[in-house]
Nanobody
């Protein structure tokens, strides 16, 4: 079992930055890759970014490329999402997720563990 706890959300203005963190505990050695997803009110949960736990390669949703950076610190079992130049459309509940099997990193169904989410609100 793996437990995930997100933090770092908040209320910011458009153009501001936030850094989200996700601390993993338990059998973290079984994690293959981790991702950030977000869900706005009335919308489906969507992929934001993914990273392979061991080699660190990453991939992003097109609309956040160049503004968001996903990273991890394996020694601290922590996943990060640095979000710069935030836009109102970036608002939502952000979830981190961990998968034990290889995958694209963007398919919700491939993830075994989810955090409780952290709210990001961006005012215009």
């Amino acid at each position: 079992q793996v437990q995930l706890v997100e933090s770092g959300g908040g209320l910011v203005q458009a153009g501001d930055s936030l850094r989200l963190s996700c601390v993993a505990s338990g059998r973290t050695e079984n994690i293959n890759h981790m991702s950030w997803f977000r869900q706005a009110p009335g919308k489906e949960r969507e992929f934001v970014a993914t990273i392979l736990r061991l080699i660190g390669s990453s991939r992003y949703k097109t609309s956040v490329k160049g503004r968001f950076t996903i990273s991890r610190n394996n020694a601290k079992n922590t996943l990060y999402l640095q979000m710069n130049n935030l836009k109102p459309e970036d608002a939502g509940v952000y979830y981190c997720a961990a998968a034990t099997r290889p995958g694209t990193g963007s398919n919700l169904n491939n993830f075994d563990y989810w955090g409780q989410g952290t709210q990001v609100t961006v005012s215009s």
